[in-house]
């Protein structure tokens, strides 16, 4: 079974091609950070542009990588949410269209449960684990004990993690993306000059914070001389994500705690979203997961940041559990992952217009 997965939630515009062997036939991911980098952030109208000048010719070069053609398909997966809605909506659009006029499956992706399933493409992971995604958007704890099953433990208060890392790279003009650029500082840094807060550390749940952080990071840095040096920046990046590994490490460690209450199941943990890119917070839930006497999974940091395989992944499970989605299923710019059902073969679907 292959699938063609289509990604333009944010700002990647992305194919692939992936089978039921979990081979990655091929992986191609356009990064808009250029376009976007002058605005120092994400700007919706332009990531739109972007993907509908792109989209199409990106699908081709993937099926010429992969050396097949539309004909070999057995399914069409794109993401229709939670994201940016003109960028959804182009990516959306285009993989209905390929999936009527081939005759094929439409599987509408939820962009999370992309990130969510990404463990079982890269590890063969069967279910259950507890799952902490941290991406640009998003911050939360879930047991994951399905295909559509997924289980809030706990999520962020207000601010996403992505956007934390990205909030602190603007404040000590790192650049952008913000995430790669406050992990880079942080490597020549002294976590120790400065002391920042552990947002929720000791709480009971699964919460998270980060605006308190952001806030007496500024604080800070206003009490130095400005420019900041490059050495103030290393060690306030360095200071910042020490801060974060505390808290992702004290609120994992509640997560897995419940999740075993609600499972039976010792972890897994899994990481997933584009901070798990970042190879000391890594290292600091490896610590963790080590305490605890569980197993850490976390996906290459090219299958964490955003990516079409993992919808071509997330759109293979649920095809071969019978899933079909209607070809006028909504782009949605909000979708909660605790809002998917599993798919059933008896719920009610379209079948694929004919050509
Ligand atoms: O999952 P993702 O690619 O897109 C969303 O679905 O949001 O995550 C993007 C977020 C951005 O906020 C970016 O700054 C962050 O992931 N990120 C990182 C790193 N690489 C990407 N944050 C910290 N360290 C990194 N190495
Ligand atoms: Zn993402």
């Known amino acids: 079974m292959i699938v063609l997965g289509i990604e333009s939630s944010c700002d990647e515009t992305a194919a692939a091609l992936v089978d039921d062997g979990r081979r990655l036939r091929a992986n191609l991911v ?17 990531a739109a542009r972007s993907h509908l000048t792109h989209l199409d010719g990106l699908i081709a070069e993937a099926l010429e990588t992969a050396g097949l053609g539309l004909g070999d398909l057995d399914g069409v997966a794109a993401t229709c949410g939670p994201g940016l809605i ?38 063969d992971l069967p279910f259950p684990y507890l799952l ?53 500082a ?44 490059r050495r103030d920046k290393a060690d306030l990046a360095a200071a910042f994500q020490a801060a974060v590994g505390d808290v992702l490490a004290d609120r994992c460690r509640h997560g897995l705690a ?10 897994p943990l899994v990481v997933a979203g584009g901070v798990a ?6 290292q600091r839930l490896e610590s963790l997961a080590a305490d605890q006497g569980v197993r850490l999974v976390v996906p290459p940091p090219k299958l ?19 899933a079909r989605d209607p070809l006028d299923t909504p782009a949605r710019p909000r979708w909660p992952l605790d809002e998917l059902t599993p798919p059933s073969p008896d719920a009610p679907s379209q079948e694929p217009v004919s050509p």
């Open 304 to 322: 964490c940041t955003d990516n079409a395989a993992m919808i071509a992944w997330a759109g293979l499970e649920r095809l071969r559990l019978g």
């Open 86 to 123: 003109g960028g959804l909506m182009v990516g959306a659009v285009t993989g209905k269209a390929i999936a009527a006029v081939q005759g094929l499956p439409f599987i509408a992706v939820n962009h999370l449960e992309g990130h969510a399933l990404t463990p079982r493409l890269t590890d």
């Open 258 to 267: 419940r999740f075993q209450e609600l499972t039976g199941a010792k972890g």
């Open 186 to 229: 942080a490597r020549e840094g002294d976590a120790k000059r400065f002391r920042l807060p552990r947002p929720m550390v000791g709480r009971p749940g699964c919460d998270f914070s980060f605006s308190g952080l952001k806030t007496a990071l500024r604080q800070i840095a206003e009490t130095l001389d400005y420019p900041l040096s």
């Open 30 to 46: 356009l990064s808009q950070f250029d376009e976007h980098r002058r605005f120092g952030g994400v700007v919706p109208e332009i």
């Open 277 to 282: 890119a970042n190879q000391a917070l890594r």
């Open 132 to 184: 902490l995604l941290v991406s640009g958007g998003h911050c939360q704890l879930l047991a994951v004990e399905g295909v559509g099953r997924y289980r809030r433990l706990g999520g962020t208060v207000d601010d996403a993690i992505g956007e934390a890392f990205d909030k602190t790279a603007k404040l000590l003009d790192l650049g952008y993306p913000g995430g790669p650029a406050v992990e880079a």
